[in-house]
């Protein structure tokens, strides 16, 4: 039924403390015949969203919960600024410089000018990457592309991939993952190749598990079969959840642009870059992987600026939260909390294992995320166990995995800056007693009691 908020204009002094204050009205789905004044407006909208969970407690998500409280007050203070104005906002334009060049910089990019982009998330990012992959496979083949370009990737990737290669007509040619194997191989890289391929990715980090894959050995695989005379394949490094973390946790890692083949990277700043939501990078080995073609020039804000991105208009307070991160952490301050978070997700998986009916998938030690299953048929599913933490207050998301293991389902743990070692016990406690009770409520004497109430 469709509702409006109405004209309230009488006095509500002299009603009990909340009774009345718009509580008899229902928020509106079309728009109202007039204005409603700002403190009702904002209970109504407040009290609404007190239905949310707690973004805290929403361990389904990589996105940032929490920030120091002088960083949401600059944020807050950016509200205001377009990122795309640079000539308005020329301080606010030279902070997402150094922010590109620090990551460029973590990433080990080729000395020089930075070449990259700060983005809406990794989602942007993924789009701008592989959009330079399309072109430069085309400048290989003379221009007109001469057949269907592919991209080799994994089963096990972010839906963003699928979303890319259906709406930029790129073929994707999906690695299967395996039980008990959830990140592809070189060996299948190296076999799915071929001419028209404008590119294959790896996962620093996947969605599902959080493992790493092997960049380092894929990248080895495609060198070793283009100097036996088969296609010359660039890499591009999907590090959306790892890009943050493996620098400080596993900094000898060789998984970046130290490796040569890794031509472009994409890592997600609301994710372990500790940011509030929407900021990603993209960031290229140098100018040559970024065709001149996609960057555009527009001088109607006031001045002549290059710009490569899928919108124009962008908030410029997330780039201002990212770089209050930089600064105020560090390195050793970025190392300090990975460290601990990796610490507080191999504590959970510890007391998790300690359960005789849970099998870990993923531990924690690669990044801070925590996959795990049922071993057998215990009587009950992730999916129960999903349902019944939700009622603790706790989200943790129960799915199937990606082909050909759609017959394993898990439960993933994603530790965030926030949570800390106390509620991580309580969430082990919480685990484990959903599974006792399910599994009590499967037997057959539990049944009969029920029942006979």
Same mark, same amino acid.
């Given at each position: 039924?469709?509702?409006?908020?109405?004209?309230d204009?009488?006095?509500?002094?002299?009603?009990?403390?909340?009774t009345?204050?718009?509580?008899?009205?229902?928020?509106?789905?079309?728009?109202?015949?007039?204005?409603t004044?700002?403190?009702?407006?904002y209970?109504?909208?407040?009290?609404?969203?007190?239905?949310?969970g707690?973004?805290?407690?929403n361990?389904?998500?990589? @996105?940032?919960?929490?920030?120091d409280?002088?960083?949401a007050?600059?944020?807050?203070? !950016?509200? &205001?600024? $377009?990122m %795309?104005?640079?000539?308005?906002?020329?301080?606010?334009?030279?902070?997402e410089r150094?922010?590109v060049?620090?990551?460029s910089?973590?990433?080990?990019?080729?000395?020089?000018?930075p070449?990259?982009?700060?983005?809406?998330?990794?989602?942007e990012?993924?789009m701008l990457?592989?959009l330079?992959?399309?072109?430069?496979?085309?400048?290989?083949?003379?221009?007109?592309?001469g057949g269907t370009?592919?991209?080799?990737?994994?089963s096990?990737?972010q839906?963003?991939w699928?979303k890319?290669?259906?709406?930029f007509?790129v073929e994707?040619?999906?690695?299967p @993952?395996?039980?008990g194997?959830y990140v592809?191989?070189p060996e299948?890289v190296?076999? !799915?190749? &071929?001419? $028209?391929? %404008?590119?294959?990715v790896g996962?620093?980090?996947?969605?599902?598990t959080?493992?790493?894959?092997?960049?380092a050995?894929?990248?080895?695989?495609?060198?070793?079969?283009?100097a036996?005379?088969?296609p010359d394949?660039?890499?591009?490094?999907?590090?959306?959840s790892?890009?943050?973390?493996?620098?400080?946790l596993h900094?000898?890692?060789?998984?970046?642009?130290?490796?040569?083949?890794?031509?472009?990277?994409n890592v997600?700043g609301?994710k372990?870059?500790?940011?509030?939501?929407?900021?990603?990078?993209?960031s290229?080995?140098?100018?040559?992987?970024?065709?001149e073609?996609l960057?555009?020039?527009?001088n109607y804000?006031?001045?002549?600026?290059?710009?490569?991105?899928l919108?124009?208009s962008?908030?410029?307070?997330?780039?201002?939260?990212?770089y209050?991160?930089f600064v105020?952490?560090?390195?050793?301050?970025?190392?300090?909390?990975?460290?601990?978070?990796r610490d507080?997700?191999?504590?959970?998986?510890?007391?998790?294992?300690?359960?005789?009916?849970?099998?870990?998938?993923?531990?924690?030690?690669?990044?801070?995320v925590?996959?795990?299953?049922?071993?057998?048929?215990?009587?009950?599913?992730?999916?129960q166990?999903?349902?019944?933490l939700?009622?603790?207050?706790?989200?943790?998301?129960?799915?199937?995995?990606?082909?050909?293991?759609?017959?394993?389902?898990v439960?993933r743990?994603?530790?965030r800056?926030?949570?800390?070692?106390?509620l991580?016990?309580?969430?082990?406690?919480?685990?484990r007693?959903?599974c006792?009770?399910?599994?009590?409520?499967e037997?057959?004497?539990?049944?009969?009691t029920?029942?006979?109430h």
């Amino acid at each position: 039924m469709t509702s409006q908020l109405a004209n309230d204009t009488s006095t509500d002094a002299g009603l009990p403390a909340y009774t009345g204050h718009l509580s008899r009205k229902r928020p509106p789905d079309r728009l109202p015949d007039g204005p409603t004044d700002p403190e009702s407006t904002y209970r109504l909208l407040h009290d609404e969203l007190l239905l949310d969970g707690s973004s805290r407690l929403n361990l389904a998500t990589f @996105v940032t919960t929490w920030m120091d409280p002088q960083a949401a007050t600059l944020m807050a203070e !950016a509200f &205001d600024k $377009n990122m %795309i104005d640079k000539d308005e906002y020329p301080a606010t334009a030279a902070i997402e410089r150094r922010c590109v060049a620090i990551v460029s910089d973590l990433f080990h990019a080729e000395p020089g000018e930075p070449t990259g982009a700060a983005t809406i998330g990794s989602s942007e990012a993924v789009m701008l990457a592989g959009l330079a992959l399309k072109w430069r496979w085309r400048a290989r083949k003379g221009g007109t592309g001469g057949g269907t370009p592919n991209l080799v990737l994994g089963s096990n990737v972010q839906v963003v991939w699928e979303k890319f290669c259906r709406y930029f007509e790129v073929e994707p040619r999906y690695l299967p @993952v395996a039980k008990g194997r959830y990140v592809v191989t070189p060996e299948q890289v190296r076999d !799915a190749v &071929d001419e $028209n391929t %404008i590119g294959a990715v790896g996962i620093l980090g996947t969605t599902y598990t959080g493992e790493l894959e092997p960049i380092a050995e894929i990248c080895a695989a495609l060198d070793d079969l283009a100097a036996s005379g088969g296609p010359d394949v660039p890499v591009h490094v999907d590090a959306a959840s790892g890009g943050f973390v493996v620098p400080f946790l596993h900094p000898e890692l060789e998984w970046d642009f130290r490796l040569p083949r890794v031509v472009s990277i994409n890592v997600s700043g609301h994710k372990y870059g500790l940011t509030y939501p929407g900021i990603g990078f993209v960031s290229w080995r140098s100018a040559e992987h970024l065709p001149e073609d996609l960057v555009f020039k527009v001088n109607y804000l006031g001045g002549d600026m290059p710009t490569f991105t899928l919108n124009f208009s962008r908030p410029g307070n997330q780039i201002i939260g990212q770089y209050y991160n930089f600064v105020r952490l560090g390195r050793a301050g970025y190392t300090a909390i990975m460290e601990a978070l990796r610490d507080t997700a191999l504590d959970i998986s510890a007391g998790l294992a300690e359960d005789p009916a849970i099998e870990i998938i993923a531990d924690g030690s690669a990044i801070p995320v925590i996959a795990f299953t049922l071993k057998g048929d215990p009587g009950y599913t992730v999916f129960q166990v999903s349902h019944e933490l939700r009622a603790r207050g706790w989200q943790v998301p129960a799915y199937t995995m990606p082909a050909d293991a759609e017959d394993v389902a898990v439960l993933r743990i994603v530790v965030r800056d926030g949570f800390n070692a106390d509620l991580a016990s309580d969430l082990v406690a919480d685990i484990r007693a959903v599974c006792g009770e399910l599994a009590a409520a499967e037997r057959p004497e539990h049944r009969r009691t029920h029942f006979a109430h």
